[in-house]
C-alpha cells in the first residue's frame, strides 16, 4: 500500500475513535438496600452484554462509562 493510501485509512480509523469517545457519558450511583437504604460496598455492577464494570466502595459508590443505550446488571454475592 503507497503512503498516500495509508493516510486517508489511518484518519479514518482515528475519526472513529474519536466519535466513540464522544457518545460515552459517566454513569454514576449509589447502591442501597431498598429496606433499610443502607448503602452497599462490594457490588458488582456491569454493563450487560459488554465486559465492561466496576465494584462500588465502602460508601456504596460507583463510576463508570457508559452508552445512552447500555443496561446495567448489579450483583452481590450472598445478597438476598
Not at 466496576?54 to 445512552?68: E, Q, R
Given at each position: 500500500?503507497?503512503?498516500c493510501?495509508k493516510?486517508?485509512?489511518?484518519?479514518?480509523?482515528?475519526f472513529?475513535?474519536?466519535?466513540s469517545?464522544?457518545?460515552?457519558?459517566?454513569?454514576?450511583g449509589?447502591?442501597?438496600?431498598?429496606?433499610?437504604?443502607?448503602?452497599?460496598?462490594?457490588?458488582?455492577?456491569?454493563?450487560?452484554?459488554?465486559?465492561?464494570?466496576?465494584?462500588?466502595?465502602?460508601?456504596?459508590?460507583?463510576?463508570?462509562?457508559t452508552?445512552?443505550?447500555?443496561?446495567?446488571?448489579?450483583?452481590?454475592?450472598?445478597?438476598?
Amino acid at each position: 500500500m503507497h503512503c498516500c493510501l495509508k493516510l486517508p485509512f489511518v484518519f479514518a480509523l482515528l475519526f472513529l475513535v474519536v466519535v466513540s469517545g464522544f457518545s460515552q457519558k459517566t454513569t454514576r450511583g449509589i447502591v442501597v438496600d431498598s429496606i433499610s437504604l443502607k448503602v452497599l460496598a462490594g457490588v458488582h455492577v456491569r454493563v450487560k452484554n459488554s465486559d465492561r464494570g466496576t465494584v462500588t466502595n465502602s460508601t456504596g459508590v460507583f463510576t463508570l462509562y457508559t452508552h445512552p443505550a447500555d443496561t446495567l446488571t448489579l450483583s452481590f454475592v450472598g445478597y438476598n
